[in-house]
């Protein structure tokens, strides 16, 4: 069975940060490039980073960049999202998700909140 299980969601201030998890079972993350996405109260879901550890690539929204570090442990079968400087347009319902040889995200998670308070 293929499952993406987020985690490392919560309440944080302003400025803080947050570490989510996005831990895979059925298949290797390193032969898929990997996502997290979000999606706000009200609004659609977007992009926030990606990452192919095969060609060494990451991508991240303008968003988040400087802010947000995407990374992989080979050994827990896990990609990370790291969260610095949040801010409240930050809070979301963020989700990871897996795409292989980009045919396009088609695996997701259940996804984990991020509350960021003023």
């Known amino acids: 069975q293929v499952l993406l299980v987020e985690s490392g969601g919560g309440l944080v201030q302003a400025g803080g940060s947050l570490r989510l998890s996005c831990a895979a079972s059925g298949i290797f993350v390193s032969a898929y490039r990997m996502g997290w996405f979000r999606r706000a109260a009200g609004k659609e879901q977007e992009f926030v980073a990606s990452?192919?550890?095969?060609?060494?690539?990451?991508n991240y929204a303008d968003s988040v960049k400087g802010r947000f570090t995407i990374s992989i442990d080979i050994a827990k079968n896990t990609v990370y999202l790291q969260m610095n400087s949040l801010k409240p347009e930050d809070a979301a319902v963020y989700s990871c998700?897996?795409?292989?040889?980009?045919?396009?995200?088609?695996?997701w998670g259940q996804g984990t909140q991020v509350t960021v308070s003023s």
């Open positions: 998700a897996a795409n292989f040889q980009d045919r396009g995200y088609h695996i």
């Open positions: 990452i192919n550890w095969n060609v060494g690539s990451t």
